[in-house]
């Protein structure tokens, strides 16, 4: 018998055959190593994550540590959300990655939203910016699909924006009603459908390290 492991995650050694030579141990195959390709070679996408289902920012945010992880350049936009000390804050702080809020805060319950629509335009001024010049790799725009469905964006120029972004550029566009012309025009569109939702049926509100 092979002596006892001192380390109980680590493999036990195959035992000897009766012949007392070691069993041959099967080669295991490495992962390849997937490699960024320039600007030019690469098929850049838009993406669209609606519905009303949780996990469309969530998975926008997946997508960004994913691509910061491949040292791409990534940044957040968040349309009509202020909070600007979340998980996600301070996550993006530590890799050096922009997670930006541009609006003021939750529009339920409020009547005047004058100046929600008019911060959400002065951020699109300067996103479209951005996509344009194809500022970074990947562009996440969070919770656009709201200012474009109240009408305070309008549709047909953020869409011409996205059609004269330079090749390879990545932009992920997150929120519930996404225009139907929007969907049209993206590569990559996930409807995130609502089962059950904590708040709705049990009441219990946002939790730091799920939804903040």
């Given amino acids: 018998m092979t002596g006892s492991r001192n380390d109980p995650l680590t493999q036990p050694e195959p035992p000897a055959p009766a012949s007392g030579r070691k069993a041959p141990v099967p080669k295991r195959k490495q992962p390849g190593r997937y490699r960024v390709p320039p600007r030019e070679q690469r098929h850049g996408l838009v993406i669209v994550n609606t519905g009303d289902g949780k996990g469309k920012t969530t998975a926008a945010l997946g997508l960004l540590l994913r691509a910061a992880g491949r040292e791409m350049s990534v940044a957040m936009y968040q349309f009509v959300k202020r909070m600007d000390d979340g998980g996600e804050h301070r996550t993006a702080e530590r890799l050096g990655v922009d997670i930006l809020p541009l609006?003021?805060?939750?529009?339920?319950?409020?009547?005047?939203?004058?100046?929600?629509?008019?911060?959400?335009?002065?951020?699109?001024?300067?996103?479209?910016?951005?996509?344009?010049?194809?500022?970074?790799?990947?562009?996440?725009?969070?919770?656009?699909?709201?200012?474009?469905?109240?009408?305070?964006?309008?549709?047909?120029?953020?869409?011409?924006?996205?059609?004269?972004?330079?090749?390879?550029?990545?932009?992920?566009?997150?929120?519930?009603?996404?225009?139907?012309?929007?969907?049209?025009?993206?590569?990559?569109?996930?409807?995130?459908?609502?089962?059950?939702?904590?708040?709705?049926?049990?009441?219990?509100?946002?939790?730091?390290?799920i939804e903040v």
Avoid: F, K, N
């Fill in 103 to 209: 609006g003021a805060g939750c529009t339920l319950g409020r009547d005047d939203l004058s100046d929600d629509a008019a911060l959400a335009r002065v951020g699109w001024t300067h996103c479209r910016g951005l996509v344009e010049r194809g500022e970074y790799d990947v562009l996440i725009l969070d919770e656009l699909t709201l200012p474009l469905a109240w009408g305070w964006i309008d549709v047909a120029e953020v869409i011409a924006a996205l059609r004269a972004r330079p090749a390879g550029t990545h932009v992920v566009i997150t929120g519930r009603h996404a225009p139907p012309a929007l969907v049209d025009a993206a590569d990559l569109v996930t409807e995130m459908r609502l089962v059950r939702h904590a708040y709705v049926d049990r009441g219990l509100r946002a939790q730091a390290g």
